[in-house]
């Protein structure tokens, strides 16, 4: 029996309250996030911030949510089970592609160019030469060459037709001639090599781009100064480690007649960096109206952070003899000489 002058026993207020809209605050916080960067991605230094946070880790932070208010029988797990559906489409059908694409039509002509960044080939150069003679390609483009790769070297395991060029930690090489490496920009986070391969009758202009990791890069500002580049001097391929995602702003949309080869002929999982679990799609390949894409794949290779693009097409410019023999098809003379 209580006594009559003590006053009644005050109830301890439970501190779930308090913690279950902490939790839901948070989880607002993570959707809102993602949002921010979506919507204007890294235009600025800040909302680029938001912006490369990996979609997956977003949708398996809201996945969590979901289930933790599932547990407790709360309304909110359906309300986090609904904000999970953007980013997981996202995730699934603009930064990846898992619908089945097309086979390749046959194409005996076709020629086909593999990028690689092999960073600095830190499992030897033996091993980084095998695995590009292995795409039986003709066109190669390496970022971060490391010092003991030369022309030499790599003739000896691609064999003696490839000539190239090494300039501002990238190499070029093709099954024919190269001209010398050109770097279009002054020295800084962003470097852009231009390079002209000729392989028989067809002539390809390559810029080969390389942008350096850190977070504190503003992105956006030398992205821009490429797509100025590739205005003026209309590359048939731009294609290097760009260290920023597909979608970045000054990627989309790109100039006038550039497309990316993996929204044209690509599949799967898109991402390329870092292996064995690659998160961002940051090795780009661009190519201009000259080119008609075949196929786009990117190769897992276990011998670098970074996966390899292999990609199949055709030229659709006419060059050097092929132009001379096209205009003289096309000719009263040359018709009458047939």
């Excluded at 930064?95 to 039509?105: D, I, T, V």
């Excluded at 091993?127 to 790599?154: F, K, N, W, Y």
């Excluded at 390389?210 to 992205?223: A, E």
């Excluded at 209309?234 to 990316?260: E, T």
Aim: a positive charge.
């Amino acid at each position: 029996m209580d006594h009559p002058l003590m006053p009644p026993p005050r109830k301890l207020k439970r501190p779930r309250e308090s913690r279950f809209s902490a939790i839901t605050v948070c989880g607002f916080a993570v959707f809102a996030i993602w949002g921010i960067g979506q919507i204007f991605k890294d235009a600025y230094w800040s909302t680029g911030l938001c912006f490369y946070i990996p979609t997956l880790v977003i949708c398996g932070f809201l996945f969590l949510f979901c289930l933790y208010y599932l547990l407790l029988g709360s309304r909110l797990a359906f309300l986090f089970a609904l904000l999970l559906i953007p980013p997981a489409f996202s995730l699934a059908f603009v930064e990846n592609r898992f619908l089945p694409r097309n086979a390749p039509a046959p194409a005996p002509q076709a020629l086909r160019l593999a990028h690689w960044n092999v960073l600095y080939a830190k499992f030897g150069v033996s091993g980084v030469l095998r695995q590009l003679a292995a795409e039986h390609a003709d066109i190669v483009v390496i970022t971060d060459v490391p010092r003991g790769m030369s022309l030499r070297v790599v003739q000896q395991h691609m064999g003696a037709a490839f000539q190239g060029t090494i300039k501002g930690g990238m190499a070029v090489f093709c099954r024919g001639s190269v001209t010398p490496g050109e770097i279009l920009t002054p020295k800084g986070p962003l470097t852009v090599v231009r390079a002209v391969c000729r392989l028989n009758d067809t002539e390809l202009s390559i810029f080969a781009v390389n942008m350096k990791s850190s977070i504190w890069i503003p992105r956006n500002r030398y992205l821009k100064e490429l797509m100025r580049l590739m205005i003026n001097h209309q590359p048939d391929f731009v294609v290097g480690d760009m260290n920023a995602p597909r979608r970045s702003a000054a990627l989309n949309p790109l100039p006038a007649g550039y497309r990316h080869a993996f929204d044209l002929a690509g599949s799967g999982w898109g991402y390329t960096w870092p292996e064995p679990r690659p998160l961002y799609a940051i090795d780009q390949c661009l190519v201009n109206s000259t080119i008609e894409v075949l196929d786009y794949r990117i190769r897992a290779t276990h011998l670098s952070f970074h996966r390899m693009q292999v990609l199949d097409f055709n030229s659709i410019r006419i060059t050097g003899r092929s132009a001379a023999a096209q205009s003289s098809v096309d000719s009263p003379d040359g018709a009458s000489q047939r």
